[in-house]
Every structure is written in structure tokens, then in C-alpha cells.
């Protein structure tokens, strides 16, 4: 018989990589993409410890490049003529205070986490329209549901592709498809780290925003300090996967649930003052 396919994007790294291994563990032939394949050894490393080589397959894709979508859905459709799972799990963090981000970082973080999920969403639905059935789990994350300061983009790109995900949950029900949004809080990935470095690099001396940068920062700082195992995302991933009436939202990891819910129940005012006093904290 044969196996179940998933395509998963950024799996260089953090969840990515973690996914595609414990989806190969389950029994899915997997198909690996990340924008630099010369980044697939600690994946390949982690597949062959687990004995799941065999499964997964690394192909190229940034998923900025409507070329490289068009590539990669031919291919699969070629190939496999199915796919059962697709993870849209690639992005980018891009911190900074609003009025100070470049058009450039604006646009980047909107082509990566939201733009990204739309057009390779696109490509591959045909493929799954017709064959009457599938799950597309996009991660967004528990920016997705309520923004933060200092980080603009992220949030704007994740609300987007939260929107995104709602319609069209509602439009592929009529296939058999289920759309799925996993919300995470912070967990340890090198994501963190990437977005620090950037708004340090770019809230120079000469920004407005150097103390409540300084805030920001620490409050980042403090959270993935205590943030969970990404291995808990990739498990959840999978169980989610094999779920027969999944959810729209899971939101997961410490304190995410909590700030979803008090988002839905507390006056707008009390959240503010909340976050406020969090970002004061030392
Ligand atoms: N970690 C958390 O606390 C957390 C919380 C909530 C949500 N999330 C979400 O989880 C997802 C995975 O992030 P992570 O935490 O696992 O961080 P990560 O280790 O930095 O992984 C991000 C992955 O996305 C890839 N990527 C970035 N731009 C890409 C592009 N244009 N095309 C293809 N791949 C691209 C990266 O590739 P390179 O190696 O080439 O950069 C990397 O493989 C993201 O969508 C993130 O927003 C993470």
C-alpha cells in the first residue's frame, strides 16, 4: 500500500525538522523542503539515528519564489500523484518598533508567513481538491491572536494568515480538506535568537524606541528562557494530523492558552494594562 505523503516547508531547523522526523516515525513518506538544502545535515543526521531515512526526501523551496512553488507542486503531482498533509510551517520573526521597520522587513515578513502559505496553498490544491481529502496545518502562533509590541510584522503576518486559514476552512470543507491553525507560545528555536539579533541590529542609537526596546527585548529574553520543548509542537503536529474531526485553533505551550482565553474574556482595557505591566516587569 502506499504511504501517506506530507510536504512540510522550513525544515532546516526548530519544528520543521522535528516534524518531518516524527511524521516519517508515523509512517507518512515525507518530503522535506527548505530554501537552502545545504542546511538538510542535522535533518538527515536525526533520520537516519531514527531509522526513517528512507521516508523523507529533501527538496528545494523558498517559499518567496512563485517559481520554485510551481517546481514543487509539478513535481509532486508528477511524482505522487497525492498529497495527503501539508505543513506551512516556514517564517521568519522580524522585530522592531512599527514606525522604524523598513518597507523592506515589512514586505519580507508578509512573503514569508503569509504570502508564502497563500501561493503554495494554491498550487498544491488542485492536487488535493481532487482526490476529495487532506489536511493543511498552517502554524501561525500565539502572535497570530494578540500582538505585542516591538513586534509588528510578525503579528501583522500571522493575523493574516489566521484570517487566511478561517476562509478557507470554510471553502474546503465542501473537499473533504480540513484547514488547521497550530498556535504556539515560545518554544526553544533558533527563531528567537534570529529576531533579537535583527532588532538589535536595527534599532540603532539614533531610534525613539530605545527603552521600551530595551523592555521588549528583556520580556523576549525571559520567555524563552522558560519556553518549552519544540519537540512538543512536532508530537502535537502529528497527533493533529491523525485526527479524523480536527479544530480550527490549537493553541499550545505556556501561558498561550491562558492569554488566548483572557484575550476572548477581559475588557480590552484590563489586556492592555496586563501587557503593559508584564512589559515593566524586571
Ligand atoms: N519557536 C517559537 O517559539 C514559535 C512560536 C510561535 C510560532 N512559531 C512559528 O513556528 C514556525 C517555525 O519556526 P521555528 O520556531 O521552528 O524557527 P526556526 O528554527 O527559525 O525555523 C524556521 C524555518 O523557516 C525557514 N524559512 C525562513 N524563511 C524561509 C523561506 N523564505 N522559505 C523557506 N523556508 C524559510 C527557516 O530556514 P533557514 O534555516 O534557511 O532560515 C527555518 O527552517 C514559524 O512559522 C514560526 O513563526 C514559532
Do not use: C
Request: glycine letters at 8%; aromatic letters at 8%.
Amino acid at each position: 500500500m502506499q504511504r501517506s505523503v506530507a510536504l512540510v516547508t522550513g525544515a532546516s531547523s526548530g519544528f520543521g525538522l522535528l516534524t518531518v522526523v516524527e511524521l516519517a516515525k508515523a509512517g507518512y513518506h515525507v518530503i522535506a523542503t527548505m530554501r537552502d538544502s545545504r542546511k538538510q545535515g542535522a535533518l538527515l543526521t536525526l533520520a537516519a539515528k531514527q531509522q526513517v531515512s528512507e521516508q523523507i526526501e529533501v527538496w528545494s523551496l523558498d517559499v518567496t519564489n512563485r517559481t520554485e512553488i510551481i517546481e514543487v507542486s509539478a513535481k509532486l503531482t508528477e511524482t505522487y500523484q497525492r498529497l495527503d498533509l501539508l505543513i506551512h510551517n516556514a517564517g521568519i520573526s522580524i522585530g522592531g518598533f512599527n514606525e522604524e521597520i523598513s518597507e523592506q522587513d515589512w514586505r519580507r515578513s508578509m512573503e514569508t508567513n503569509f504570502f508564502g502559505v497563500v501561493f503554495l496553498t494554491q498550487a498544491l490544491l488542485p492536487l488535493m481538491r481532487q482526490q476529495q481529502s487532506g489536511k493543511i496545518i498552517n502554524v501561525s502562533s500565539v502572535g497570530g491572536r494578540i500582538a505585542f509590541p516591538g513586534y509588528g510584522p510578525y503579528s501583522a503576518s500571522k493575523f493574516a494568515l489566521e484570517g487566511f486559514s478561517e476562509s478557507l476552512r470554510l471553502e474546503l470543507s465542501l473537499y473533504g480538506i480540513d484547514v488547521i491553525l497550530v498556535e504556539p507560545g515560545a518554544y526553544q528555536t533558533d527563531i528567537w535568537a534570529k529576531g533579537f539579533t535583527h532588532i538589535e541590529d536595527t534599532s540603532s542609537t539614533h531610534s525613539s524606541y530605545q527603552q521600551p526596546m530595551k523592555q521588549v527585548l528583556s520580556v523576549g529574553k525571559r520567555l524563552t528562557k522558560h519556553a518549552g520543548q519544540p519537540m512538543d509542537v512536532a508530537k502535537k503536529i502529528v497527533n493533529i494530523a491523525a485526527k479524523r474531526k480536527p479544530r480550527l485553533r490549537y493553541a499550545m505551550g505556556r501561558g498561550s492558552t491562558l492569554a488566548v482565553m483572557a484575550k476572548g474574556l477581559l475588557p480590552w482595557r484590563w489586556l492592555e494594562a496586563l501587557i503593559k505591566w508584564q512589559l515593566r516587569k524586571k
